[in-house]
């Protein structure tokens, strides 16, 4: 069966310029995941998706794919996933007459997934027919948890989950298990894709990973973090 992996990275970054080519303990923050991808055993194609030259230049240096540049219709700040998708799809069997039955979206900045994490998400997909889609996971605990958040109403704090009786969850011990999403790997069935509003179905599967595997690089603040761990897992 054909997967085939998809890595968006677009050109602008406010907050952190260039940010997906950011060399990031000697390598462009990018070539970490093109790495993993083309690491992975049961990935057919690994493609990037960009609509810069710069980018997609380093990403072919690193061994992926850059078969098109991304429309600047669908490379903005609020551009959500889905079109991305639907532009792959389209323009895979358009251009090559290629279909696929599994896309894997790796996003460049995660740069801790490897080989072995792409794989096994892959094979939780193909092994189980009833689940719509893969996504990796980390577990929420302590004070991020959303049973000890609040909302700031009229100059007062509420509960942000009112249903929750704040009694009974003094202690982290007592929370319940929640987690969060952390688009480390997400692997999808482009099955009835195009019909869907929402691209990752509603028989979601996960993964567990570790919260150091799971840095999402988004500010400067987040960067520095990466390239600190990133150092110690080296030494």
């Given at each position: 069966?054909?997967?085939?992996?998809?890595?968006?990275?677009r050109?602008?970054?406010?907050?952190?310029?260039k940010?997906n080519i950011?060399q990031?303990?000697g390598?462009?923050l990018?070539?970490?995941?093109i790495?993993?991808a083309l690491?992975?055993r049961?990935?057919?194609r690994?493609?990037v998706s960009t609509?810069?030259?710069?980018?997609?230049a380093i990403?072919k240096?690193?061994g992926?794919?850059?078969?098109?540049?991304?429309p600047?219709e669908?490379a903005r700040d609020?551009?959500?996933?889905?079109?991305?998708y639907?532009?792959?799809i389209?323009?895979?069997k358009?251009?090559e007459?290629?279909t696929?039955?599994?896309?894997?979206?790796?996003r460049?900045?995660t740069p801790?997934k490897?080989?072995?994490?792409?794989d096994?998400c892959?094979?939780?997909?193909q092994e189980?027919?009833n689940?719509t889609?893969?996504?990796?996971v980390?577990?929420?605990?302590g004070?991020y948890h959303?049973?000890?958040m609040?909302r700031?109403?009229?100059g007062?704090?509420e509960?942000?989950?009112k249903?929750?009786?704040?009694?009974?969850?003094?202690?982290r011990?007592?929370?319940?298990?929640?987690?969060?999403l952390?688009?480390v790997?997400?692997?999808i069935r482009?099955?009835?894709?195009?019909e869907?509003?929402?691209?990752?179905?509603?028989k979601?599967g996960?993964?567990?990973?570790?919260?150091?595997?799971?840095?999402d690089i988004d500010?400067p603040?987040?960067f520095e973090?990466?390239a600190?761990v990133m150092?110690r897992?080296?030494?």
């Amino acid at each position: 069966m054909n997967v085939v992996a998809l890595i968006p990275a677009r050109g602008g970054s406010k907050e952190l310029p260039k940010k997906n080519i950011k060399q990031l303990n000697g390598k462009p923050l990018i070539a970490y995941t093109i790495e993993a991808a083309l690491g992975a055993r049961l990935l057919t194609r690994v493609i990037v998706s960009t609509d810069s030259n710069e980018i997609a230049a380093i990403s072919k240096q690193y061994g992926a794919e850059v078969p098109y540049l991304r429309p600047s219709e669908i490379a903005r700040d609020d551009t959500p996933d889905r079109p991305v998708y639907i532009h792959l799809i389209n323009w895979l069997k358009e251009n090559e007459d290629y279909t696929f039955e599994y896309l894997v979206l790796l996003r460049p900045t995660t740069p801790f997934k490897t080989p072995q994490l792409i794989d096994y998400c892959v094979n939780r997909l193909q092994e189980n027919k009833n689940l719509t889609s893969i996504r990796t996971v980390t577990k929420v605990e302590g004070v991020y948890h959303p049973y000890w958040m609040f909302r700031a109403v009229n100059g007062t704090l509420e509960p942000f989950v009112k249903e929750v009786d704040e009694t009974k969850y003094y202690q982290r011990q007592l929370l319940p298990p929640c987690y969060r999403l952390n688009g480390v790997v997400d692997v999808i069935r482009t099955t009835g894709l195009e019909e869907s509003a929402f691209p990752y179905g509603h028989k979601i599967g996960f993964v567990e990973i570790d919260e150091k595997d799971a840095i999402d690089i988004d500010t400067p603040f987040d960067f520095e973090l990466c390239a600190f761990v990133m150092g110690r897992k080296q030494q």
